[in-house]
C-alpha cells in the first residue's frame, strides 16, 4: 500500500530536549516536504527536499533541521525544542515538486512541548 | 504574498443537502488550485486538482470549479452525507513553482447530520 509513515503520532516532551519525528514513503518519490498546522494559521511549510541530499527552508524553519540521506527517508529534528513548537506536523511527498503530481500525506504527530 | 480564504469555517448541514464551499485567493497567477479533505486524526487527502487552464473538475459527488480571474475556486457536494463529515482545504500553487511554493487554506470544517 503506497504511504507515508510518520513516528511517532503523539509525543510530549520538556523543553530543551532534542527529538526526532521520523517520515518515510514507500512510494519512490522525489519530494518531501514538512508542515506544522496550527489554529487559525492553517499549514505552514518548515522544510522540503527535492531529492536526495536536496533540502531547503520553508516559511517556518527556525528551530528545526532535516536531513534526506536515503530518498524514503525525511526525518524533522528539534535541536532543542520551545513550547512555541507544540503543533500538529505532517510529512508530505509527491513524485515530484511540480504540484499537478498527487501529494500524500501522513497521519500527523502531535508534539506537545511543557 | 498569496494569501488563500476559505469561507465559511465551520458549516453543519442536514444529511442529503447540496452544499458548496467556497475558496478566493489573491494572486491569480496560479499553476493549479487542489482541494484536500483532512480528517480527524489523519492527514490530508488530495480530492480534486483543478490546471489553472480549466473551469472545473468532477469526482463521484464532488466537483470543483475555478474562476482564476477573480481569484476563486467552489467545492460543490451532491447529496452530502454523513461520511463526509471533515475538514476542507484548498491550497493553491503558483505559476512560477511547485510543492514547494504552494499556499494552504485554514479550511471548513463540515458536519453532516443524519
Known amino acids: 500500500e503506497a504511504q507515508v509513515t510518520q513516528n511517532p503520532r503523539y509525543l510530549i516532551t520538556v523543553t530543551g530536549k532534542k527529538l526526532t519525528v521520523t517520515c518515510s514513503q514507500n512510494m519512490n518519490h522525489e519530494y518531501m516536504s514538512w508542515y506544522r498546522q496550527d489554529p487559525g494559521l492553517g499549514l505552514r511549510q518548515i522544510y522540503y527536499s527535492m531529492n536526495v541530499e536536496v533540502t531547503d527552508k520553508g516559511d517556518v524553519p527556525e528551530g528545526y533541521k532535516v536531513s534526506r540521506k536515503e530518498k524514503r527517508n525525511f526525518p524533522l529534528i528539534l535541536e532543542s525544542p520551545s513550547p512555541n513548537q507544540t503543533s500538529l506536523y505532517f510529512c508530505?511527498?509527491?513524485?515530484?515538486?511540480?504540484?499537478?503530481?498527487?501529494?500524500?500525506f501522513g497521519q500527523g504527530t502531535r508534539l506537545t512541548v511543557v | 504574498k498569496q494569501e488563500v480564504t476559505q469561507i465559511p469555517a465551520a458549516l453543519s448541514v442536514p444529511e442529503g443537502e447540496n452544499l458548496v464551499l467556497n475558496c478566493s485567493f489573491t494572486?491569480?497567477?496560479?499553476?493549479?488550485l487542489q482541494w484536500f479533505r483532512q480528517d480527524p486524526g489523519k492527514g490530508l487527502t488530495s480530492l480534486l486538482l483543478?490546471?489553472?487552464?480549466?473551469r472545473e473538475q468532477t469526482s463521484g459527488r464532488l466537483n470543483a470549479s475555478l474562476d482564476k480571474s477573480s481569484g476563486r475556486s467552489t467545492l460543490y457536494i451532491a447529496a452530502s452525507q454523513p461520511g463526509d463529515s471533515a475538514t476542507y482545504l484548498c491550497a493553491v500553487s503558483p505559476f512560477s513553482g511547485g510543492y514547494q511554493k504552494v499556499t494552504f487554506g485554514i479550511g471548513t470544517k463540515l458536519q453532516v447530520i443524519p
Open positions: 494572486d491569480s497567477a496560479i499553476y493549479n
Open positions: 508530505a511527498s509527491s513524485l515530484y515538486f511540480r504540484a499537478d503530481t498527487e501529494a500524500f
Open positions: 483543478i490546471q489553472s487552464s480549466q
